[in-house]
């Protein structure tokens, strides 16, 4: 059974930053692609960011330029650093990895951005 498990939720002030990370039972480089969406309150989960194997990444475009996605293979975790928040980011942040025998899910940090 893998495992992902996010940590680094928080509160913060617009223009803040926080680091969130995705710690995986297994070795990361057995997924295909590691990722972050997000579910706002009475919205639906959307995407955030992901990066592959070989780390290429691509981000959704309401965050391009202000969250960064890497990976740490050797602590088998995954990074998602935000910077310049804003309210409109508080959501639950999810860690989503996909592999060849399956798609698993992280049970989501609260991030909260007050203004």
């Known amino acids: 059974q893998v495992q992902l498990v996010e940590s680094g939720g928080g509160l913060v002030q617009a223009g803040g930053s926080l680091r969130l990370s995705c710690a995986a039972s297994?070795?990361?480089?057995?997924?295909?692609?590691m990722g972050w969406y997000r579910q706002a309150p009475g919205k639906q989960r959307e995407f955030v960011a992901r990066?592959?194997?070989?780390?290429?990444?691509n981000y959704a475009d309401s965050v391009k330029g202000r969250f960064t996605i890497s990976r740490d293979n050797a602590k088998k975790t995954v990074y998602l650093q935000m910077n310049s928040l804003k309210p409109e980011n508080t959501a639950v942040y999810y860690c989503?990895?996909?592999?060849?025998?399956?798609?698993?899910w992280g049970q989501g940090t609260q991030v909260t951005v007050s203004s």
């Open positions: 989503n990895a996909a592999a060849n025998d399956g798609t698993y």
């Open positions: 297994r070795p990361i480089l057995l997924f295909n692609v």
């Open positions: 990066i592959t194997s070989t780390s290429y990444t």
